[in-house]
Every structure is written in C-alpha cells, then in structure tokens.
C-alpha cells in the first residue's frame, strides 16, 4: 500500500526537504506519495509546523500521526482537531547547535570574556577567573537539549546541577525536581540555563520571588522559550544588580520589538532566536523513521504527553 504523506510546513522550505524525506522513506523501503497537496481523507502521516497553515485535522479521517518540525509544539497541544499521535522533533543536529551555544555563552560568563573584549583601554588588571570545578550551573529542563548541555559542561568540570518537573537520574548530574528542589537550587546557581518547554506550569518561573533566590550577581541564559521568564521582573533584577546579566535568544514577542528595553540594556545581551534551530538533514532522518515505526507497527519516537504539553 502506498503512503501518503502531507508535508504542511513553509513553502520555501519544500525544495530542501522533498529530497531529503524522499531518499529516507525509499530507504525505508516504504511505497510513498508525497506532496504539498494531498486530499485530507487520504493521508496517512502529516509532516508538520505550526507556521504552514494548518489547523484543522477534522477532515484527516485515516491519519496515523502529525510529526512535528519543531521542537515546541505548546501552539498546537491544546487543538481540539488532533486526536492522533503527535510527535515533536528531537533532533540530534538541533541538540549539538544547541549544547554549542549553550556551552559557549555559560564560557563566556564563566572567564569574564564581555569585559576583556569591551574594555581595551590600556588597563592591566590581572584577575584570573576561578576553576569551572568552582563554579555552579543549574540547568532549568532536562529534556533530551537540557541533558546535552548538562552532560557537556559537566565535561568542562563545572558543578552542574539540573532540575526538572518530574525526577531524571543522569550520571555526574545532580538532578532535582520539585518546588523546594527548584528554591534550594537557585540559591546557589551562578549561572542559570533555561531548557524547559513553555507549558501553564513553567510560564514565569523566574519571576520576582525565583530571581530574588538567586546569588547576588547571577547571571541568566535563555534559548528555551521566552515566556518562562518574567521580563518587568527580569529587568528589575537587572537594575538593581540581583542579576549581573542575561542573555536572551528567545522571547514573548519575536521578533523583538525595536523599541523593547532589553535592546538597549546594558547588562542585556539579545541573540534573535539563533540558539539552534531544526537542521533539515537530520530531521528528515527523525521524520522518516517515525513513519518506517508507524508503518510496521512499532511505538514512534518523541510522543508528546498532551496532558503535560511536550
């Protein structure tokens, strides 16, 4: 029998993955039709994003699964239309882009780098920066991205702590969960790193309560989502000095508005959502295998928990 095969994403981005899905789907040894066009009562699995205009999957009356593009599917785990499979992309080209930019901002706060590189005014002050082995990072998600860049600044020697909502138990990592677990966490963290999907329950976890936890000077690293960051709070701290400085790749509105005051912070460093994004390679391998899963009857890959959101 032939698959039928939806791709329902941007349309620019159908001339990159046509080719890609086609050889993983022929390796598969699957008999497919794909295309940007299938009448709804004959597709069997939707390749999907959020951003290609599709809604309503009333119509898809044989549908086996919607397979995500992205990572975040908090935009479509509460339609009502959807009552299939739903599977996110976990992406091991998007983890490494991601692990990378992690590492290299938690680096760059860690050697003071910002300093050095901003103030070459013929000043010598000769302060070396204290061992990783010294220097405390929590990791708010553990997620198959937040236990990537655990595990790598873990290999640095730095003392990582992560915290998730439900307990992880990942070797070298201290792994916490729970509210009094998050207090007591954040109390000692110079260096916060924010991995956790953007659900009811992680909206504002930093907030005026959480920063006021933190370590005098603390600084923050978000390319989760932006709403799991409260940003009047935010900036609050940043002026008072409770927070020495955050670094932003994501936010509530993006892009982010030319008139937003984080632009122009001092003490705010914003990247334009460039943490990692889905690499069409290695996602047609993690679309294609799901479908080869979905056609010989075994669990798919990356199932979301619509009661949890991811």
Not at 149 to 167: C, D, E, H, I, P
Request: net charge negative; hydrophobic share 40%; aromatic share 6%.
């Amino acid at each position: 029998m032939t698959v039928k095969v939806l791709f329902s994403a941007r349309a620019e981005l159908w001339p990159e993955y046509r080719p890609l899905l086609s050889k993983g789907l022929l390796d598969a040894g699957l008999d497919f039709d794909l295309a940007t066009e299938i009448p709804p009562e004959k597709v069997d699995y939707v390749v999907y994003a959020p951003n290609g205009g599709l809604s309503d999957f009333r119509p898809f009356g044989r549908l086996k699964a919607v397979l995500s593009l992205w990572a975040g599917v908090e935009s479509i785990t509460d339609n009502e239309t959807l009552n299939v499979p739903l599977a996110r992309m976990v992406d091991h080209g998007l983890t490494e882009g991601m692990t990378e930019w992690v590492v290299g901002h938690a680096l760059r706060y860690h050697l003071g780098m910002d300093k050095h590189i901003t103030s070459q005014d013929g000043t010598w002050i000769p302060e070396a920066p204290p061992l990783a082995s010294q220097r405390r990072i929590l990791i708010l998600g553990l997620g198959a991205l937040g236990e990537s860049a655990a595990r790598a600044l873990a290999a640095l020697n730095f003392k990582v702590m992560g915290w998730s909502r439900t307990q992880k138990n990942i070797p070298g990592i201290k792994s916490l969960s729970g509210t009094k677990d998050l207090k007591q966490a954040l109390s000692q963290a110079e260096i916060v790193v924010l991995l956790l999907p953007e659900t009811p329950a992680t909206e504002n976890i930093l907030d005026t309560q959480s920063l006021a936890l933190l370590p005098q000077g603390a600084k923050i690293i978000n390319p989760g989502r932006g709403p799991l960051i409260d940003d009047d709070a935010l900036l609050a701290a940043l002026n008072s000095g409770q927070v020495g400085h955050a670094t932003l790749d994501v936010f509530r509105t993006e892009p982010l508005p030319p008139d937003h005051p984080y632009w122009k912070h001092p003490n705010v460093t914003v990247t334009p959502h460039i943490a990692s994004e889905t690499r069409p390679v290695t996602a047609a391998q993690v679309i294609c295998e799901n479908i080869r899963r979905g056609e010989r009857g075994e669990p798919f890959l990356h199932l979301v928990d619509r009661d949890l959101g991811y």
